[in-house]
């Protein structure tokens, strides 16, 4: 069984918000206790905590409102005016209700102490607390927004330091590694020339892997300059089966695309696409610009969905469309279909950008 | 003593090159042939009936378990499995015993494997590990979804759906698909076990139907139906398997 982070899990939030309050209680029930034991008076500190706790109980359902009510009108979105507005009112209006709901609840449960009507007591209490109410609402608020703007920074950033782990072991896939080493090893006895060069290819491949690994986003020619490495390790693996055509816009060589995008896309193709028919196959990866977006298309002549539909599609692309969302979020799009005439189309528009 | 006979199967033209590299010093070896993919393979061992088979695991269309699987074990020659990765087979490799090469291999380890699989072959020791190893490694299938067929120098695969009725022929069986009619090396009870039983049932002994392709049953003497499918071919069952026949097709 997988088990959720513990921040995640329902029962953590009403946990941790009880215990403040409950912490809250404390604070000023041993704050009122030394003064009174200070200035010589007897204290009921079991009257006064007891106060203190129903205080904070009502707290407890109050900020659960107060996350409710950002969640809809949050501060930090585009209509921060309506919702400071919003958020304005609601603290007022909860500073004077939550003293009359402790005054409610205290006389349901017997321990209130003043015999005064109910009113009465209430307005007292509403003057008396007003201010400290306030300063509760904005609080919570604050804590609030501190805590989310840690958790947030966190995870993006465990996010980043997964999928560069990804683009590592992607292009050292195991498989592809070691069928080029024996490629090479089988060559060393036969045409030491052929050796060499798959060799040089694979160690620019790692090179290259290696030099990346921190950036978001490259040039497409750098991206191609991969490719081509990567394509040549296959054909001559693949030799007389593998037929690649590349076909780019001049305009499109500078646009910026996410690192190590491409590849698992042509990978999938050889893979999926021509590995598992016997005949030659042919991969073609095509780039152009279309208006403000950069389009890029890797189709192949395979099988396509139906035709292999039990094979998976890899981890390399659940790892890209996490990544073209995170960079890109709206504004681009990332398709995989079976194309026109057969074979399989994986297509990505991304905004066109050169810097 | 016999020259030992191999084939070598890989779909990379290049490690095909590597296992005969390797068997360059063993003069006592002879390649019978190279395949590109487990279909071919399938075809050649039986062909050829080689002593020992080099067999890529990962390869197009069928992977070297699917060969051994089509072969039948019992009549698998000795097998050394090649492969550059997998993890999952390796584990199920050593767990079986079977013999098997790590690409990229250097003399010493091919030499090793090779005389390993040798007195494996001379003990005659073959079965018992394949059949484990293939029984752990299609666990979790359920049913054959496609045969290896030969037809006019052809061969292919035959999706079982388009299967009508499959009659046994001693060792052999006919596969009656559309207006053709496959000769598959199966006995019947071996494809009755591996096939969905609730798509193709037995009616007589030596007849399987596809009950998809039934149009109606049409009761005959002493208690007997006559099989009409939807191709318009009629068969005939037998009382011993009536009831099974009529369950499924709810009557």
């Known amino acids: 069984m997988t088990r959720l982070p513990l921040l995640k899990r329902r029962w953590v939030p009403w946990v941790l918000i009880s215990a403040c309050w409950a912490f809250v209680a404390v604070f000023y029930t041993t704050q009122t206790g030394l003064q009174a034991t200070y200035a010589g008076a007897t204290f009921a500190w079991w009257h006064v905590l007891r106060a203190e706790l129903v205080y904070g109980f009502v707290w407890v359902l109050l900020t659960l409102a107060i996350i409710r009510i950002d969640r809809l009108v949050p501060l930090d979105g585009t209509g921060w005016r309506g919702a400071l507005a919003v958020h304005l009112c609601a603290s007022v209006l909860m500073s004077v209700l939550q003293p009359l709901a402790m005054v409610a609840l205290m006389r349901a449960l017997g321990w209130g102490t003043n015999p005064k009507p109910f009113w009465e007591v209430g307005k007292a209490s509403i003057v008396g607390s007003f201010h400290v109410n306030m300063t509760f609402y904005w609080g919570v608020m604050g804590v609030r927004y501190i805590l989310g703007n840690y958790l947030r920074a966190s995870q993006l950033e465990a996010q980043l330091a997964q999928s560069q782990l990804q683009a590592l072991k992607m292009q050292l896939h195991p498989h592809f590694l070691f069928n080029t080493l024996h490629t090479i090893s089988v060559l060393m006895a036969e045409d030491p020339k052929s050796a060499n060069r798959t060799l040089v290819r694979l160690s620019d491949l790692l090179r290259m892997t290696l030099d990346d690994v921190g950036a978001q986003v490259v040039p497409l020619k750098r991206e191609m300059d991969f490719l081509e490495g990567y394509l040549e390790i296959e054909r001559t693996r693949f030799h007389d089966r593998l037929d690649v055509r590349v076909a780019i816009e001049p ?105 | 003593m016999a020259k030992l006979r191999v084939l070598i199967v890989d779909d990379e ?21 190279e395949c590109g993919n487990g279909l071919e393979a399938v075809e050649a061992i039986r062909d050829q009936a080689p002593d020992l088979v080099f067999l890529d695991v990962q390869m197009p269309e069928m992977d070297g378990f699917e060969v051994i699987e089509e072969i039948g ?49 001379e003990k005659k020791t073959l079965g018992e590990e394949l059949r484990g190893l293939l029984s752990e490694h299609f666990a979790g299938r359920k049913h054959l979804e496609r045969l290896v067929v030969k037809s006019g120098g052809r061969i292919f695969f035959l999706d079982v759906a388009e299967i009508e009725w499959i009659e046994a022929a001693d060792n052999y069986a006919e596969l009656h698909a559309g207006k053709q009619v496959h000769l598959v090396r199966h006995t019947l009870a071996s494809l009755e076990a591996k096939l969905d039983p609730d798509r193709f049932v037995r009616i007589r002994h030596s007849t399987i139907v596809n009950v998809r392709r039934v149009k109606e049953l049409r009761p005959a003497s002493s208690g007997e139906y006559e099989v009409v499918l939807l191709s318009g071919a009629v068969l005939e069952s037998s009382r011993r398997y009536r009831k099974r026949l009529a369950a499924i097709l709810d009557v």
């Open chain 2, 73 to 121: 074990v019992d009549r698998m020659p000795a097998v050394i499995f090649v492969t550059a990765y997998d993890k999952y087979a390796l584990r199920a490799f050593d767990v079986h015993a079977v013999d098997y090469l790590l690409k990229p291999f250097d003399e010493e380890r091919f030499a090793r494997a090779l005389d390993h699989a040798r007195s494996r072959i």
């Open chain 2, 13 to 33: 033209p290049i490690a095909r090159r590597g296992i005969r590299q390797g068997l360059e010093a063993h003069p006592q070896v002879e390649v019978a042939g």
């Open chain 1, 251 to 355: 305009g499109a060589w500078d646009a910026r695309v996410p690192t190590f995008l491409l590849q698992p896309l042509v990978e999938n193709a050889i893979r999926h696409g021509i590995s598992p028919h016997a005949r030659p196959g042919r991969v073609e990866i095509s780039a152009r610009r279309d208006g403000d977006d950069l389009a890029l298309e890797v189709r192949d002549n395979g099988g396509g969905l139906n035709g292999s539909g039990a094979s998976p599609r890899g981890v390399g692309i659940t790892t890209t469309r996490a990544r073209l969302e995170r960079l890109y979020g709206e504004a681009h799009r990332f398709e995989i279909g079976d194309a026109p005439g057969g074979g399989v189309v994986a297509r990505v528009v991304l905004p066109f950008r050169t810097s």
